[in-house]
């Protein structure tokens, strides 16, 4: 009896802080919308997002289930425990995926795990509003593979790829859910899945699902499916005219991207001395992309979600990745080792940044003093 009225009155208190939260998000909303000035729209948008974000009752899978008194039922496939849960929402955002029940219970499996917890900052980037209304679809069963950062190319790459492997292994009748891409469309088709099992979705749509499989840990990325990865693609693609493809690859960052390189014209000129192209990715399609980076023999490149395509470069060859000071993340190492590529990293010498999105430089020297080692002389003397 004792435990019972502890556990009203702690939900009570929950309840509370949600109404509270709910509310102040709406306020924040309002007084955001008629501030003067721009960098207080900024402010107060991030405080609505995190009342917003504390509005929410968060959960894991079997969390949900031991909290409403829901049979678990769940099974295992290859590295994965999947849970299936019924009568799900899942609202789609421009980072991510809200999946609830309609009463404000939300799976905290749609975003990556710290420990114990989830990141926050992965609920609080933007507004997400539980909508139940008008979904665009409704799904008799599915998984869903379209949640925080899987619409960019290393993440879905890395972390959907495999599922999507694993899953169609193991025999799944349902549908996948995956985000609206280009490059989504030319990754699910070269892997060999037909699309009339997908269900793709954009920024602001709703579906209901009435089997939704959900999975544990979905965010570990797959770094031992990557080789079943590359040859099913590789494989795929006719590489019949691949000596057409040039040798020497730069890989440009412009347009709407972060960590663009300020100086890329002088990095231009000095690569063009050693016989380089430079290509724009966006400016081609997946297919062409891998053709590029496993024709090369060197490649270098700014760091960014092209870098993926290292996963298709040959045996020998030489991958220079370039970094800002503020934000080095070589994620590429468990792939590129593993396939006898030869890995360099190149780091911006300026110590005074503080963004890790923002722009930087490529020291010329060093960059010259890598490629130097490989190439020997100019093309172009």
Same mark, same amino acid.
């Given at each position: 009896?004792?435990?019972?009225?502890?556990?009203?009155?702690?939900?009570?208190?929950?309840?509370?802080?949600?109404?509270?939260?709910?509310?102040?998000?709406?306020?924040?909303?309002?007084?955001?919308?008629?501030?003067?000035?721009?960098?207080?729209?900024?402010?107060?948008?991030?405080?609505?997002?995190?009342?917003?974000?504390?509005?929410?009752?968060?959960?894991?899978?079997?969390?949900?289930?031991?909290?409403?008194?829901?049979?678990?039922?769940?099974?295992?496939?290859?590295?994965?425990?999947?849970?299936?849960?019924?009568?799900?929402?899942?609202?789609?955002?421009?980072?991510?995926?809200?999946?609830?029940?309609?009463?404000? &219970?939300?799976?905290?499996?749609?975003?990556? !795990?710290?420990?114990?917890?989830? /990141? @926050?900052?992965?609920?609080? *980037? =933007?507004?997400?509003?539980?909508?139940?209304?008008?979904?665009?679809?409704?799904?008799?069963?599915?998984?869903?593979?379209?949640?925080?950062?899987?619409?960019?190319?290393?993440?879905?790459?890395?972390?959907?790829?495999?599922?999507?492997?694993?899953?169609?292994?193991?025999?799944?009748?349902?549908?996948?859910?995956?985000?609206?891409?280009?490059?989504?469309?030319?990754?699910?088709?070269?892997?060999?899945?037909?699309?009339?099992?997908?269900?793709?979705?954009?920024?602001?749509?709703?579906?209901?699902?009435?089997?939704?499989?959900?999975?544990?840990?979905?965010?570990?990325?797959?770094?031992?499916?990557?080789?079943?990865?590359?040859?099913?693609?590789?494989?795929?693609?006719?590489?019949?005219?691949?000596? &057409?493809?040039?040798?020497?690859?730069?890989? !440009?960052?412009?347009?709407?991207? /972060? @960590?663009?390189?300020?100086? *890329? =014209?002088?990095?231009?000129?000095?690569?063009?001395?050693?016989?380089?192209?430079?290509?724009?990715?966006?400016?081609?399609?997946?297919?062409?992309?891998?053709?590029?980076?496993?024709?090369?023999?060197?490649?270098?490149?700014?760091?960014?979600?092209?870098?993926?395509?290292?996963?298709?470069?040959?045996?020998?060859?030489?991958?220079?990745?370039?970094?800002?000071?503020?934000?080095?993340?070589?994620?590429?190492?468990?792939?590129?080792?593993?396939?006898?590529?030869?890995?360099?990293?190149?780091?911006?010498?300026?110590?005074?940044?503080?963004?890790?999105?923002?722009?930087?430089?490529?020291?010329?020297?060093?960059?010259?003093?890598?490629?130097?080692?490989?190439?020997?002389?100019?093309?172009?003397?």
């Amino acid at each position: 009896m004792q435990n019972t009225m502890i556990e009203k009155i702690l939900w009570g208190g929950a309840f509370l802080r949600r109404c509270t939260a709910s509310v102040l998000a709406a306020s924040l909303r309002v007084i955001k919308n008629i501030a003067p000035k721009q960098e207080w729209k900024h402010k107060l948008h991030l405080m609505q997002n995190h009342y917003m974000a504390d509005s929410y009752n968060f959960f894991f899978a079997p969390e949900y289930c031991k909290k409403f008194h829901i049979d678990e039922v769940s099974y295992n496939i290859k590295n994965y425990k999947v849970f299936v849960l019924n009568d799900f929402y899942i609202n789609y955002f421009k980072l991510a995926a809200l999946m609830h029940d309609g009463k404000g &219970n939300t799976l905290s499996d749609a975003f990556p !795990r710290y420990g114990n917890g989830i /990141n @926050r900052d992965c609920v609080d *980037e =933007e507004y997400m509003p539980i909508r139940t209304k008008t979904p665009k679809v409704i799904i008799d069963e599915a998984v869903n593979l379209a949640l925080k950062w899987e619409y960019n190319y290393w993440h879905f790459t890395f972390s959907v790829l495999g599922k999507l492997i694993v899953f169609e292994e193991n025999g799944f009748g349902g549908k996948y859910i995956l985000f609206d891409k280009p490059f989504i469309h030319d990754l699910v088709k070269l892997i060999g899945i037909n699309e009339d099992k997908i269900v793709f979705v954009k920024e602001n749509d709703c579906v209901f699902v009435k089997k939704l499989h959900v999975v544990e840990k979905y965010h570990a990325e797959d770094y031992d499916l990557l080789p079943e990865i590359r040859k099913r693609i590789l494989n795929k693609i006719n590489m019949s005219d691949i000596n &057409n493809y040039p040798k020497r690859l730069y890989i !440009r960052r412009i347009g709407d991207y /972060n @960590r663009q390189v300020e100086n *890329e =014209e002088e990095i231009l000129t000095l690569l063009n001395k050693y016989g380089f192209e430079a290509i724009f990715p966006d400016d081609y399609s997946v297919t062409e992309q891998i053709k590029y980076f496993y024709a090369a023999d060197i490649i270098v490149c700014p760091h960014g979600g092209c870098s993926t395509n290292a996963l298709y470069m040959r045996p020998d060859t030489h991958f220079v990745e370039c970094f800002s000071y503020t934000y080095i993340n070589p994620c590429m190492l468990e792939t590129i080792q593993p396939n006898g590529i030869y890995y360099h990293m190149i780091s911006e010498a300026v110590l005074s940044r503080a963004d890790k999105s923002g722009n930087f430089r490529i020291n010329p020297l060093m960059l010259e003093d890598t490629i130097y080692k490989y190439i020997k002389q100019p093309v172009n003397v």
